[in-house]
Structures are given as structure tokens and as C-alpha cells.
């Protein structure tokens, strides 16, 4: 016999009494581990009360952060990726396609609108990397164009936020052609003298480095963003050699004059909301 018996009604509680926590209240930071309530990270841009680490989110999150009242009209929203190589490898790819749009809510790996920031008209196309990896294929590239166009059109600033890690290789030449399609646009919204805004969030990495992310008129950056082209782990097995310390973050890269500055998202939409007032004056 146990040396100690609870008699108390309510110590000894069944499984289906348990209360649980609803899903989505609480939050982990990646870097600190400490538990974060998701109502106050919401209200804090989703960076860390503790330790000031910017939480991935996509592109729901940036267009609640960014437009004024979280109003938009998004734009070519019915977009979906076909399979013009018949790719399989461990499943077709139209099945992981359906699925990832299952799980995310979302069409393809991004998405766009048109809003205002502190009262000034803007483009958003922003990436989400929960859908295959925020991995670019031809619905990337053909909203990241279409998005350009509207821009001409209606003479409105453009911003890209990219995350990705890369081109998606499902779609093989056809992702790649991405690279050249939506450069050759941005050298008409060039042409065009409208400004264009490329902020690289974590990760930025591949053919998105490589192409779009980085021929902003002004290039920015959230603080401790992975940026690259290939990941640290590749360049270290090919070069032998240990990399610099904090090699491939948003800092290493501002350093050595690839950015023009790095932006705190708490603070991003007040400088976003100057820069735009600065350009249209």
C-alpha cells in the first residue's frame, strides 16, 4: 500500500477531464527557447520579447505588419503551378503541389497585393517559405512579373520580400527562367523610374539571391537573416575550410556592401512609410 493516498476530488483527474491549452496560444522562440504568448507576439511584429529574434512568418503575417489596417487587394490570386516535366521522385508532383496547398492555405510559394503604407500606395509580392521551401518556380516568377506590370501601369512603388531556398527543382530550366523573366522586368520598372524595394528576410538563398533580391534600388534587410547563394554547410564541404564567423548573415553581407541597411521589423513600416514619402516628394 502507497505510503501517501490524494483523497481530494480534482488532484487525481482523468484523461478526459484534462484541460489542454488551445492550439496555436503559445509560441517557442527558436533562439532563446523561452515560451512566447501568440497574442503578445503578435502585437510585437513576431520578434522575441527576450532576445530580439525575428520569427520566420510569411506572407499573412508581412501584409498584417506592413499595410495600413491590414487592407489590400490581393492580386492574381488564382495562379497554381502546372507540372510540364511529368517530375516524380518519391511522389508526382502535382500530388506534393495539392498537398502543400492543403496544408498552407496558399496557392503557390507566393503571394501579392496592393495596399498603403503611411498613406502611400504600394506593391507587395512576398514569399512564403512553408510552401515547398518558398522555392521559386514559374507562379513565382509570373507573379513577381504581373506584379511589375501592375506597377508600371499604375505607377506605384514595388516591394519583394524574399524568402526562399531557391529555385524549384521540380520544374528544372523552367524555374531557372525565372532568374532572366522577372530581371528583365525589373529593368522595365527601372526604365519606368519607379521604385523598387527588395527586402531579404530569413533565408534568402539561390536563384533568388542570384536574380531578384538583390537588384533593389535600395536592398534591406531583417536583422540575422541568412542570405546567400549557396548554404554555409555546401561552401564549407567544397572550400575545406572553416567560414568567418557569422558568415552569410544580414550583417556580414551590410558589411562587405551587398545592403544598404538593416531594418528591425517593428520599425520596418515607418522606414518603408519615409522612404516612399521621400521618393514620391
Known sequence: MAWFKRENKGIITTTEEKKEAPDGLWNKCPNCKKPLHQAELQENKYVCHYCNFHLRVGSKEYFEVLFDNNEFTELFANLTSGDPLNFNDNKPYTQRIIESQAKTGLKDA???????????????ACMDFAFIGGSMGSVVGEKIARSIDYSIKHKIPFLMISKSGGARM???AFSLMQMAKTSAKLALLSQAKIPYISLLTDP?????????????????AEPEALIGFAGPRVIKETIKKDLPKGFQTSEFVLEHGFLDFIVDRRAMKAKLGSFLKMMNN
Open 110 to 124: 507566393i503571394r501579392a497585393g496592393v495596399g498603403k503604407i503611411e498613406g502611400q500606395d504600394l506593391v507587395i
Open 204 to 220: 534568402t538563398t539561390g536563384g533568388v539571391t542570384a536574380s531578384y533580391a538583390m537588384l533593389g534600388d535600395i536592398n534591406i
Open 170 to 172: 521540380m520544374e528544372a
